[in-house]
């Protein structure tokens, strides 16, 4: 746990009256760690019940963990205790943008921007949206089209979440799926990373080139692995572990895909991430090349 | 092969779908104790599955999880299990693609225990 964030653990557990569980919850949602970012947030809940901001740092808990309709429920508190909070309209915004609803989306998002005329992620959440409204008026193909290549396959609510996957820097190809901003992270089959991140299950420090590097050939052996044992062609590979379970796909002939999430997420799960960020990774590697 | 061990890899082959177990030697990748379907390239599955398992130890230490429990290589016509049991023995199954996944990692599970 870096120092910062063990400050404010420090500070949250002196006075767990005050306010600074709020930052403790973004640190832990920054570093993955859902349940004592959850832990945090429900006890900071308590104290303030009637604070749209902790309802707001909840809701993005259950974003991050997946469970929409809770934290729409939650978004829709805070917005009862504060008509202006502009995190609670952002959340919201993502939340129908997410299921179709491009119009109450549009409406939270401009009640956001409204609240909070600055917040540059709104502004580009506002052009995502309203590209895709107008894409889901065209004639059926291209609606067809714009849902074929919706941006925002899951959770997390900021500003690369609402960029289409081919706009994304390297840093941020996966931001808006869950632990995409700490475990996910597209290598070549030489062990040279190409975008994404993988930080420590423990220490939280950056390890994306040291596990590229013992995965690079990981491909290969495993071609020669089916190929030997007749298994025909290889999928993906998953290992879990103690601390953590890490999942490795091929979502490119010259790229390879590595997840990891700790051991609360169920395997099965992490397969179904895998495809999501499979196929982010898969458009953004095709708009590199053009 | 003691008795107890037989067992625990009977149980893992008796399940629907796996085309065999092998007790390997983690370190050389040679085979210890094997119930395979003829066919089954016992060596071959030993070997491999060692370098498997190793490459992940390796890049599971490296992310902070620590070593692999389970290791899973899903193909098209079929999947390779690997569950690591004592003195750096590994208990390796080779089995159909649409296996019962947590079926054969309880059985696995079993014959690492059998063995240590």
Redesign the interface.
Known sequence: MPESLRALMAEVERDPGGLAFLRAVEALRARGQLDEAARVALAGLEHHPNLADAHDAWARVLVDAGDFERAWDEWGIALALDPRHGGAHKGLGFLAYRRGDFETALDHLELALAAEPTDRSVVQALKVVRAAAEAAVAPAPAVESAREHDPMPSAAVNAQAFAAPDARTPESVFAGLEGGEYGMLLFDPRGRTLAGV?R????GHI?SD??AA??A??SQ??A???R???????????????????HVSRPAEDALLLL?RDRSVPAGRVGILAVRAADIARRWLEAQRL | MTARIRQALDAITRIRGVHGAVLVSGDDGLVVAEALMEGVRGHAVAALAASRFQRFRRATEAAGAMAPEFLHLQATDGSLLVVPAANGVLIVAVAAADINVGLARLEMIRAAEAFA
């Open positions: 993988l420590d299950a423990r220490a390890v040291e596990v013992y995965l050939g990981v052996e495993a020669r692995t089916t030997l044992l007749e298994l025909g062609e290889w999928r993906w590979i998953l290992a879990e572990a103690e601390g953590g379970t890490l990891a």
